[in-house]
């Protein structure tokens, strides 16, 4: 995913945060915010250290990033997301994070239903 498709400042990180409406399941937290004037999607990624080492924090990130650049056709453009990893994100594999990151960007309400 190229970098201006991502959140970096801290205070972009603050901003979606202050104004978002959130969405939760067991392994993700999706903080979204409406950016009518953006020509594509951005997203912020957060996992903490309760979900383990660096080595493992950083391979929950490139599966998120990889689960989202598979789903880019899908994602409307003027969104910025945050996503943050829970602790049960840890030793998942891809596909099975992948379907909890459709799963609560289904209850988000910002990929929709199969069969709507």
Same mark, same amino acid.
């Given at each position: ?65 990889? =689960?989202?650049?598979? /789903? *880019? ?5 003027? @969104?910025? !997301?945050?996503? %943050? ?7 998942? =594999?891809?596909?099975? /994070? *992948? ?5 609560? @960007?289904? !209850?988000?309400? %910002? ?6």
């Amino acid at each position: 995913m190229r970098k201006t498709f991502r959140i970096k400042k801290p205070e972009e990180f603050q901003h979606v945060f202050n104004k978002h409406r959130s969405v939760a399941n067991k392994y993700f937290i999706v903080y979204q915010m409406d950016k009518p004037e953006q020509k594509h999607f951005r997203v912020g990624l957060s996992v903490s250290k309760k979900v383990g080492k660096a080595h493992e924090r950083v391979w929950v990130k490139r599966r998120i990033r990889q =689960s989202l650049l598979e /789903l *880019k056709p899908e994602l409307p453009q003027e @969104l910025d !997301l945050l996503v %943050i990893a829970r602790p049960a994100a840890a030793h998942r =594999s891809q596909k099975f /994070l *992948k379907n909890q990151m459709i799963h609560v @960007l289904k !209850l988000a309400k %910002i990929l929709k239903e199969e069969n709507e």
